[in-house]
């Protein structure tokens, strides 16, 4: 009987599909998935459609990606972070974050390598890692404030590792790295000479006074760190998966040999509209902050209404709730019953962990608030419940 590869043995359906199942059979409010339940911009959206009727954008782009979307990455970079990328050979578009995230490691780890990966972290990391045959090293961000320990940190890189994945705004926990923290890691790569795959797409997701630094612009770092980011979130248009990575031309060379032989080429029509989207004033990215500050506020105020507790997310749309205070059990189970019991879908986040690790967060599940702020508003209501 022909069997699969040892290689996806391990490589269970991710819990999304369960909760979605689960959600949808409960009727519940389903904050699982990161998924906005609200549309892309209009303006961006009619972009995609000239593309698409133009005629001129129907057949493959070139592998790299269409010198628009390239110039329109290098622009933002230097826009946002003072970065001076080469459009032409420092940029490489992709099909979304998860695709940039697997070329990069493809491109720039051999089997056998160690690569640094930051608990929680987001799912598709360690099976890249298992699939380029190389090694995860864990390091855990501590709740409730989710931050690194530095000797944690530096034990890790005596392991000799080749890559450290860094994942700022950070997904699942809300934690954006500071300028401290990053100059930490920053230290330690340029000692052990270890190269980082920055996923940075939640960017532009910021709270307060949170700000985003690419390790990237730390001194020393352009050399050996590569950018990927999305269309996904900064554009509310996760379907589409556009991505891209960007960085030093050497470095941007094995993504893009790695690149040419996973997907060769993305949807072409798309790339036009990203190119447009990318471009948006300042006025844009400002309008899209007030907008989830208000989904926070909300999400807040919902788990306020339901006794769990948090740290205040500082980027992207997910919060770490600990429902310690009114819920007895796993994760796993707390999230069945509010599912099934309350009517509010979320995530147990053992799936962000080497399963060794998994009692980190044994208290807390995560929420995302990227929905209507009207759902959001129910979730307070039902949340509510969970006092009584
Ligand atoms: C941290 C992180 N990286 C990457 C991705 C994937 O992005 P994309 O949809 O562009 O592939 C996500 C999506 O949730 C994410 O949270």
Same mark, same amino acid.
């Given at each position: 009987m022909p069997t699969s590869a040892h290689r996806v043995a391990?490589?269970?359906?991710?819990?999304f599909t369960e909760i979605n199942m689960l959600a949808q059979q409960y009727n519940a409010l389903n904050l699982?998935?990161?998924?906005?339940?609200f549309d892309a911009p209009p303006d961006v959206i009619m972009h995609m459609v000239q593309a698409l009727q133009?005629?001129?954008?129907n057949q493959y782009a070139p592998g790299p990606g269409t010198p628009s979307l390239r110039r329109a990455v290098a622009d933002h970079a230097a826009r946002f972070y003072s970065l001076d990328i080469d459009a032409a050979r420092g940029v490489i578009v992709t099909a979304g974050a998860t695709e940039g995230i697997f070329a990069a490691i493809l491109g720039l780890v051999d089997p056998g390598d160690k690569v640094i990966t930051i608990e @929680? *972290?987001?799912?598709s990391y360690v099976p890249n890692i298992i699939m380029a045959n190389a090694i995860p090293l864990y390091v855990p961000l501590h709740p409730p &404030?989710?931050?690194?320990?530095a000797d944690e940190l530096r034990a890790a890189f005596e392991q000799k590792p080749r890559v450290l994945i860094l994942n700022t705004?950070?997904? @699942?926990?809300g934690h954006v790295f500071t300028h401290e923290e990053l100059t930490l890691i920053a230290e330690l790569c340029i000692e052990h000479d270890v190269t980082v795959i920055a996923d940075?797409?939640?960017?532009?997701?910021? *709270?307060?006074n949170a700000q985003h630094i690419p390790i990237?612009?730390? @001194?020393?770092?352009f050399e050996r760190t590569v950018t990927v980011s999305s269309a996904g979130k900064m554009f509310s248009a996760?379907?589409?998966k556009v991505g891209w990575v960007y960085g030093h031309p050497d470095l941007i060379e094995g993504v893009a040999r790695a690149h040419q032989f996973i997907t060769?080429?993305?949807?072409h029509p798309a790339q036009e509209a990203v190119a447009y989207a990318l471009s948006l004033p300042d006025a844009y990215f400002k309008d899209f902050q007030a907008m989830y500050a208000t989904k926070r506020e909300l999400m807040m105020a919902a788990l306020d209404s339901g006794g769990l507790t948090y740290t205040a997310p500082e980027g992207t749309y997910f919060i770490m709730a600990n429902y310690s205070d009114v819920f007895d059990g796993t994760p796993v189970e707390c999230t069945r019953y509010l599912t099934k019991e309350i009517g509010v879908a979320c995530i147990p986040?053992? &799936?962000?962990?080497a399963p060794e690790h998994?009692?980190?967060?044994?208290d807390y599940v995560r929420f995302a608030f990227c929905k209507s702020d009207d759902m959001l508003r129910e979730v307070k209501g039902r949340l509510g419940r969970l006092r009584k």
């Open positions: 391990t490589f269970g359906t991710t819990i699982g998935q990161g998924k906005p339940d133009d005629g001129q954008h @929680p *972290f987001y799912d &404030t989710w931050t690194l320990d705004p950070h997904n @699942p926990s940075e797409v939640y960017e532009h997701l910021l *709270f307060d990237a612009s730390l @001194p020393g770092m996760t379907g589409w060769f080429a993305v949807h986040p053992e &799936t962000f962990y998994a009692h980190i967060a044994q």
